[in-house]
Nanobody, 123 residues
Framework: QVQLVESGGGLVQAGGSLRLSCVDS????????MGWFRRAPGKEREFVAA????????LYTDSVKGRFTISRDNAKKTVYLQMNSLKVEDTAVYYC????????????????WGQGTQVTVSS
């Protein structure tokens, strides 16, 4: 079973940085691909980034390329999302998710979800 808990959200000014963490308290973290999604107020859930179980393959949505970096530490059962040069439009609740299949940008491909952490970027 996978149990995901996100942390690291908060309030930051535009241009600032945050690092989100997602810890899996289950026993099989290493075999799951991991993704980050976000939902802004009044909008649909949006794919942000994903990393394969080995960490060798990553995916990013175009709007965050060059600013966000996804990584994982399997020994700590943790996936990270380093967010730099934050913009007001990055404001959202950020969710991590785990997939037993190949990583993708589609939320339906993910089996387990965390509760989310709020990121607010002020101008």
């Amino acid at each position: 079973q996978v149990q995901l808990v996100e942390s690291g959200g908060g309030l930051v000014q535009a241009g600032g940085s945050l690092r989100l963490s997602c810890v899996d308290s289950g026993r099989t973290f290493i075999i799951y691909g991991m993704g980050w999604f976000r939902r802004a107020p009044g909008k649909e859930r949006e794919f942000v980034a994903a990393v394969s179980w080995s960490g060798t393959r990553t995916l990013y949505t175009d709007s965050v390329k060059g600013r966000f970096t996804i990584s994982r530490d399997n020994a700590k059962k943790t996936v990270y999302l380093q967010m730099n040069s934050l913009k007001v439009e990055d404001t959202a609740v950020y969710y991590c998710a785990a997939t037993s299949s190949a990583i993708s940008s589609g939320p339906s491909g993910y089996d387990f979800w965390g509760q989310g952490t709020q990121v607010t970027v002020s101008s």
